[in-house]
């Protein structure tokens, strides 16, 4: 069986601080990681080879030292890695960097399963999964908290905002875990080493080397443009409000609704 | 674009190939050789030949014409036939899009037997309710309903198409997008129209809520969002309201669904934790009562929000200490955090100092509370907290 991982190296966002006089984003001393709900698609993979056998790829698209993600991925037991890296596939929105990660996939080969998480702790969209899943013209299963494997087809556990469903799809199929399908382990000191060492199985891919087109990939694939970023408020501007309790209440409700947000709904 | 390469004024000096990031021009026989399968058509090269043997042609990107793309579109999640209470507010903000657009709102929903809500949906503010009825698509499944709605678009032509991001929602909309070679704004909070462009302006948090990013699609129609639930505002329902119903029959034998689905268990709401909940009210001390956690738990409910505490409740015995927040505790950042009776101890703002908006209530007007505060209420908790319990449910 060959399983592909999708991994994204992530600033720790638990760090992320604004700088309060010019309202950018502060990245110094800021921790790089792997995607939280990427150890736990590396889990589920590895835990896949554990019982039936597989060979596991983990890749990732990112600069060039998103290859301490691949390199993780590796020492914890991934078969082999790849790093998606070129100036060509910088600034990509889900649309080019499914087109890139898709391309990858391709390239790398015969593939029964995909996992990534479900959503990156940076970008937020929860979109790469399923792009993806459409590129390759593949099954989907997306908020997966529970899954088994079995001859030739995968039965998971969805959770849906009001319950779950379990579902069955046939191979190849494209997976996005929550964190609660299970405890990643750790790297190992041997696998480290491994991974360390020159002749770790890891590669760097290029964008001629998928056979992307400048066009396909990266900014100048894009089909949305950032045009704005701003930090959702600055420093706090306490708002006294007096009155009767009741008074108070109806103060409060309308300041928040003014905010967009509607207590009770 | 392609890579001509003039083998007569070529002298196979080599800068093209050195230019090349790709390896894509080598050297042969003293000339030098365009590989195509390895260019990318990023253009180093073009600049590079001294002897102008080298020429080629960046391509372009255009803004496509979308002149015939418009309206303003939402798909209307339902579940059972029931409409999801998304269907309300995105229509109540399609609306407002569609009125400074001058164009029309329409909606489309699919089901086993949904038409009877049409005319809910044209109450609420659409103009036009496209309605496919199938059993088919009584419960929701990705590439049966990717097929539909793709085809819905491609021969409406919508210019705007607003998704819920519920768990479907983002399920869809991706798989959509991809398929239709659509741009696609995750999670959106604020939608408004440029009113130079008259461009769909996509306002959403990133990196956990700390950064706002405002994002367009200029290169594809219809310009396609989700937009995060409880956000946007629906309109009252207004019973002299009309519009049209079109009932599209599609052939349901082109959609290729791979997956079965084997059981499906709707449960109670799960009790999120707090790190995922988008209002938290939170106690202090003062809560350590049975009346205390009494009066907390009924202003949550009436809010839909979690409970949580500092440590003097866990240690007093009050809540279990999954609810505790700071820095022993849990680090949260809702949209809302209200702070009953609780001082401000540096170890416990380290918990929720990041979240959006806070509200403090506390009977010390010097309580370090007020310092992180948004809306600071010097008062009793147990007054204010059942006044505000009232208003809302009163609302
Ligand atoms: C502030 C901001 C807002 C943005 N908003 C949008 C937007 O609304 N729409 C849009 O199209 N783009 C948007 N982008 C761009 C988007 O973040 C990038 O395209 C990013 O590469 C992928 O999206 P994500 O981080 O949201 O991934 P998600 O879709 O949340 O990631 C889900 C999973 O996909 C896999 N994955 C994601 N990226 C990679 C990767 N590079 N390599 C390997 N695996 C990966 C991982 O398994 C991950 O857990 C935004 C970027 C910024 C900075
Ligand atoms: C190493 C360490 C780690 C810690 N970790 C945590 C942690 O993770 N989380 C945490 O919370 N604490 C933590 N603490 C404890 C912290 O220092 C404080 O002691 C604690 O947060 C105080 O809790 P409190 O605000 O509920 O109580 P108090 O400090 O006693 O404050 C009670 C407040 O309620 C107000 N009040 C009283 N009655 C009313 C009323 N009727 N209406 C309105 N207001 C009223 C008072 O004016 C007062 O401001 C930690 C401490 C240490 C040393």
């Not at chain 1, 579902?167 to 080493?193: C, K």
Request: net charge negative.
């Amino acid at each position: 069986m060959n399983i592909v991982v999708l991994v994204k190296q992530v600033p720790n966002t638990h760090d992320v601080r604004i700088d309060p006089k010019t309202g950018n984003l502060i990245r110094e001393g800021v921790e790089s990681i792997i995607n939280p709900e990427d150890r736990h698609a590396l889990e589920a993979a590895l835990g896949i080879k554990d019982r039936l056998g597989a060979e596991i790829t983990a890749l990732t698209m990112g600069p060039p030292q998103a290859i301490e993600v691949i390199c993780e991925a590796v020492a914890t037991g991934a078969d082999r890695g790849i790093l998606l890296s070129d100036k060509a596939f910088a600034g990509a929105d889900t649309w080019a960097t499914s087109t890139a990660l898709g391309l990858a996939i391709k390239r790398i080969g015969e593939f029964d399963i995909i996992l990534a998480g479900r959503q990156a702790i940076d970008g937020d969209t929860a979109q790469i999964g399923p792009q993806v899943a459409e590129f390759l013209g593949i099954p989907q299963l997306t908020y997966v908290r529970d899954l088994e494997v079995l001859e030739g087809k995968i039965t998971a556990e969805r959770v849906l905002e009001d319950g779950c469903e379990r579902i069955e799809a046939p191979f190849p199929v494209l997976l996005t875990v929550l964190a609660a399908l299970n405890e990643p382990r750790h790297p190992t000191v041997a696998g480290m080493l491994r991974s360390a060492s020159e002749r770790a199985p890891i590669e760097v891919w290029n964008a001629a080397d998928i056979g992307a087109k400048a066009l396909d990939v990266g900014f100048l694939g894009s089909l949305t443009q950032v045009t704005r970023t701003f930090t959702p408020k600055e420093a706090r501007n306490t708002r006294h409000l007096e009155g009767s309790p009741g008074s108070v209440a109806a103060q409060l409700i309308q300041c928040l609704q003014e905010q967009g947000i509607r207590l009770g709904e | 674009m392609a890579v001509s390469i003039d083998v007569d004024k070529c002298n196979g000096c080599g800068m093209c190939s050195r230019s090349c990031p790709y390896l894509a021009l080598v050297i042969e026989d003293k000339k030098a050789k365009w590989l195509e399968e390895r260019c990318t058509l990023c253009g180093a090269c073009l600049e590079s030949c001294k002897f102008g043997a080298l020429t080629g042609e960046m391509p372009t990107r255009e803004v496509p014409d979308f002149s015939d793309y418009r309206d303003v579109w939402v798909f209307v999640e339902q579940h059972d036939g029931a409409l999801h209470r998304s269907a309300f507010e995105l229509i109540g903000c399609a609306r407002g899009l569609a009125d400074d657009l001058g164009q029309k709102v329409a909606v489309a929903v699919f089901g086993a037997e949904v038409k009877g809500q049409a005319q809910d949906l044209i109450r609420h503010g659409a103009d036009r309710c496209i309605v496919v009825e199938d059993p088919g698509l009584a419960y929701y499944r990705t590439c049966t309903y990717t097929h539909v709605l793709g085809e819905i678009i491609r021969g409406y032509k919508p210019g705007i198409l607003l998704i819920a991001a519920t768990h479907l929602g983002r399920d869809l909309a991706p798989r959509l997008a991809r398929r239709m070679g659509l741009g696609l704004t995750a999670d959106c909070t604020r939608l408004s129209i440029d009113p130079e462009e008259k461009i769909l302006l996509q306002t959403r948090p990133a990196f956990g809520g700390n950064i706002m990013a405002t994002i367009v699609s200029r290169f594809s129609r219809p310009q396609t969002a989700t937009v995060r639930p409880g956000i946007m505002k629906a309109l009252e329902p207004d019973a002299t309201r009309t519009g049209e119903i079109v009932v599209e029959e599609l052939d349901m034998a082109e959609c290729r669904e791979f997956t079965h689905v084997l059981e499906c268990v709707l449960q109670e709401k799960k009790r999120a934790d707090l790190a995922a909940a988008k209002i938290i009210v939170a106690g202090g001390r003062p809560v350590c009562s049975e009346r205390g956690i009494e009066v907390l738990r009924e202003f949550a409910e009436a809010v839909g929000a979690e409970v949580a505490c500092t440590r003097v409740v866990v240690e007093e015995g009050f809540l279990p200490v999954e609810h505790q927040v700071g820095q022993t505790g849990q680090s949260v950042r809702p949209e809302v955090y209200f702070a009953c009776g609780i001082s401000g101890a540096i170890q416990h703002k380290a918990g929720m100092d990041g979240s959006r908006y806070i509200v403090a209530i506390n009977k010390d007007p010097d309580a370090p509370i007020f310092g992180v505060a948004d809306y600071a209420i010097v008062g009793d908790l147990f007054e204010i907290l059942p006044a505000l319990t009232r208003s809302i449910k009163g609302s």
